[in-house]
């Protein structure tokens, strides 16, 4: 049987209504993020990351370069917000990301974020899959009210940057269905560095934390091989090693569960400020086959026990190795299509 959305509990009972106007009083002085701006959004002031009281949508679409089980056969849903918290000098989209004067034409009330999140499911898509939600945290919940009132019931996925709020979390317990955070920097100094926010670490530290709580280290899946509920943790291998891989993995292990999925991605390339700005030359170039394949030697190393990674030749392509058949040993991904 596949397993019901946990929101539809939620609103059921009221309580995804409860939530919802909880979220939004955050937004009258602002908390949404760790930045913690204290702008009333609700009255048109933008707080760091440009954004007031609607919801920017720069596109949705069926996705296919996400994992996956994420992806399945007919894609995820997924839905990208305009703007963002952070300020990667490295943003692949950081014409959606980093660009709000344009954004602003972009914004939709969240009757129609409802729409696009039913359109998708209407589409065969496995998911909506919210990208760069953390800003709109309220507004997608708002959304989630409105188009679960409506029909929809696939999962919902939080694909974030991480740098989020333990409140704003503990408020989306059972919105969520599957949090796909990328911790992006073991050091918050690395952080203030590329992505222009204090205290990185430290924040989505407590963030991963809080998702855990609420997912464990348990994948839930559909018949059909889609994940329906839990927690996978992205990993951007970055070039000199600025991402910390090594430290995140360990505190993985220990402050949460070797069980944990872990998606190790190769598909950084310079882009952005990194591309040209001679203060970010440490990321000014991809990651080289060697960088790569420490990092992937690392998951057996700290004895991790589910996930995906990516192939270093085609970045946009997953492979998930098989971590508990004796058979295929872990140690043979490192060989994977390796010269």
Same mark, same amino acid.
Request: glycine share 6%.
């Given at each position: 049987?596949?397993?019901?959305?946990? !929101?539809?509990?939620?609103?059921?009972?009221?309580?995804?209504?409860?939530?919802?106007?909880?979220?939004?009083?955050?937004?009258?002085?602002?908390?949404?993020?760790?930045?913690?701006?204290?702008?009333?959004?609700?009255?048109?002031?933008?707080?760091?990351? !440009? =954004?007031?009281? #609607?919801?920017?949508?720069?596109?949705?679409?069926?996705?296919?370069?996400?994992?996956?089980?994420?992806?399945?056969?007919?894609?995820?849903?997924?839905?990208?917000?305009?703007?963002?918290?952070?300020?990667?000098?490295?943003?692949?989209?950081?014409?959606? =990301?980093?660009?709000?004067?344009?954004?602003?034409?972009?914004?939709?009330?969240?009757?129609?974020?409802?729409?696009?999140?039913?359109?998708?499911?209407?589409?065969?898509?496995?998911?909506?899959?919210?990208?760069?939600?953390?800003?709109?945290?309220?507004?997608?919940?708002?959304?989630?009210?409105?188009?679960?009132?409506?029909?929809?019931?696939?999962?919902?996925?939080?694909?974030?940057?991480?740098?989020?709020?333990?409140?704003?979390?503990? #408020?989306?317990?059972?919105?969520?269905?599957?949090?796909?955070?990328?911790?992006?920097?073991?050091?918050?100094?690395?952080?203030?560095?590329?992505?222009?926010?204090?205290?990185?670490?430290? =924040?989505?530290?407590?963030?991963?934390?809080?998702?855990?709580?609420?997912?464990?280290?348990?994948?839930?899946?559909?018949?059909?091989?889609?994940?329906?509920?839990?927690?996978?943790?992205?990993?951007?291998?970055?070039?000199?090693?600025?991402?910390?891989?090594?430290?995140?993995?360990?505190?993985?292990?220990?402050?949460?569960?070797?069980?944990?999925?872990?998606?190790?991605?190769?598909? !950084?390339?310079?882009?952005?400020?990194?591309?040209?700005?001679?203060?970010?030359?440490?990321?000014?170039?991809?990651?080289?086959?060697?960088?790569?394949?420490?990092?992937? =030697? #690392?998951?057996?190393?700290?004895?991790?026990?589910?996930?995906?990674?990516?192939?270093?030749?085609?970045?946009?392509?997953?492979?998930?190795?098989?971590?508990?058949?004796?058979?295929?040993?872990?140690?043979?991904?490192?060989?994977?299509?390796?010269?």
């Amino acid at each position: 049987m596949t397993p019901r959305a946990s !929101y539809l509990e939620l609103h059921a009972t009221g309580e995804l209504a409860r939530r919802v106007t909880a979220l939004e009083r955050l937004l009258e002085a602002c908390t949404v993020c760790p930045l913690d701006c204290g702008n009333n959004r609700l009255r048109g002031e933008l707080a760091r990351c !440009y =954004s007031g009281a #609607l919801p920017v949508v720069s596109s949705y679409t069926a996705h296919f370069g996400e994992e996956p089980a994420l992806v399945g056969t007919k894609g995820a849903g997924n839905i990208f917000f305009g703007n963002c918290n952070l300020r990667c000098v490295y943003c692949q989209n950081y014409q959606i =990301s980093q660009a709000h004067k344009e954004q602003v034409k972009n914004e939709v009330t969240h009757e129609r974020l409802a729409e696009m999140m039913l359109e998708l499911q209407a589409r065969g898509c496995h998911n909506v899959n919210f990208v760069s939600p953390t800003h709109f945290a309220p507004q997608l919940a708002r959304a989630v009210l409105i188009a679960a009132g409506r029909g929809l019931n696939v999962p919902v996925v939080y694909n974030t940057n991480a740098y989020d709020s333990v409140e704003v979390l503990r #408020l989306l317990d059972r919105v969520v269905d599957v949090y796909l955070p990328d911790l992006k920097y073991s050091d918050s100094g690395e952080g203030y560095t590329y992505s222009k926010v204090p205290h990185y670490a430290e =924040s989505a530290r407590a963030a991963l934390r809080e998702m855990y709580r609420q997912t464990g280290d348990e994948l839930v899946f559909a018949p059909d091989g889609t994940l329906r509920r839990g927690l996978v943790v992205r990993l951007l291998v970055l070039p000199n090693d600025v991402a910390g891989v090594r430290e995140s993995l360990g505190w993985i292990r220990d402050e949460l569960s070797p069980r944990v999925a872990v998606s190790l991605m190769a598909q !950084y390339y310079a882009t952005n400020k990194a591309a040209t700005d001679p203060r970010y030359a440490l990321l000014s170039r991809r990651v080289s086959e060697g960088e790569w394949w420490r990092a992937v =030697s #690392l998951l057996e190393r700290f004895g991790m026990e589910e996930g995906w990674m990516q192939e270093y030749d085609g970045a946009s392509h997953y492979y998930r190795p098989d971590f508990t058949d004796p058979e295929t040993p872990f140690k043979d991904v490192r060989d994977f299509q390796r010269p």
